[in-house]
């Protein structure tokens, strides 16, 4: 019986994370931005779009390239940053520093406590369309061009 319950446990480890899927309610989470202001997901947000890797968030930035400031937010967007894997001091002196120049927020996910549960592609980025926090639809860009058509619709 020990053996089964340990092989149980191995199992479910190593099993890999679902993806949050259409029709599910998104958990509330809260993070900070680049400039430390909190932020906590509520039912109003419409759009949640995540990135694991700094090549996801490069393709928010040229998708983004030229965009008024706060036209993201206006759109009912929000970015969330998977940061957890840049050295701390990369980060502080560099990195979040230079993202304060972006004109849409980053939520910056340090502790890879929540991008991980909505399984973002490693190169890209993922669109959460919501409705009172429940996911409408899942979308991944792998290229800009497509991400900023997409966003483009969205009208402010």
Same mark, same amino acid.
């Given at each position: 019986?020990?053996?089964?319950?340990?092989?149980?446990?191995?199992?479910?480890?190593?099993?890999?994370?679902?993806?949050?899927?259409?029709?599910?309610?998104?958990?509330?989470?809260?993070?900070?931005?680049?400039?430390?202001?909190?932020?906590?997901?509520?039912?109003?947000?419409?759009?949640?779009?995540?990135?694991?890797?700094?090549? !996801?968030?490069?393709?928010?930035?040229?998708?983004?390239? !030229?965009?008024?400031?706060?036209?993201?937010?206006?759109?009912?967007?929000?970015?969330?940053?998977?940061?957890?894997?840049?050295?701390?001091?990369? !980060?502080?002196?560099?990195?979040?520093?230079?993202?304060?120049?972006?004109?849409?927020?980053?939520?910056?996910?340090?502790?890879?406590?929540?991008?991980?549960?909505?399984?973002?592609?490693?190169?890209?980025?993922?669109?959460?369309?919501?409705?009172?926090?429940?996911?409408?639809?899942?979308?991944?860009?792998?290229?800009?061009?497509?991400?900023?058509?997409?966003?483009?619709?969205?009208?402010?």
């Amino acid at each position: 019986m020990k053996t089964f319950w340990i092989g149980l446990a191995l199992a479910l480890l190593a099993a890999p994370a679902l993806a949050v899927e259409p029709g599910e309610r998104l958990a509330s989470w809260s993070l900070q931005d680049q400039f430390d202001r909190p932020y906590t997901l509520d039912d109003s947000l419409e759009v949640l779009l995540v990135a694991r890797s700094m090549e !996801g968030a490069k393709l928010l930035e040229q998708a983004m390239a !030229g965009a008024e400031p706060g036209s993201l937010e206006a759109r009912g967007a929000l970015f969330l940053a998977d940061v957890s894997r840049m050295p701390r001091l990369i !980060g502080s002196l560099f990195a979040i520093p230079a993202m304060r120049d972006y004109p849409y927020r980053v939520l910056l996910d340090r502790e890879a406590q929540v991008v991980p549960q909505y399984r973002a592609p490693e190169q890209g980025v993922l669109w959460l369309q919501l409705e009172k926090g429940v996911v409408l639809e899942r979308r991944e860009y792998l290229s800009s061009a497509p991400l900023k058509a997409a966003l483009e619709q969205r009208a402010p």
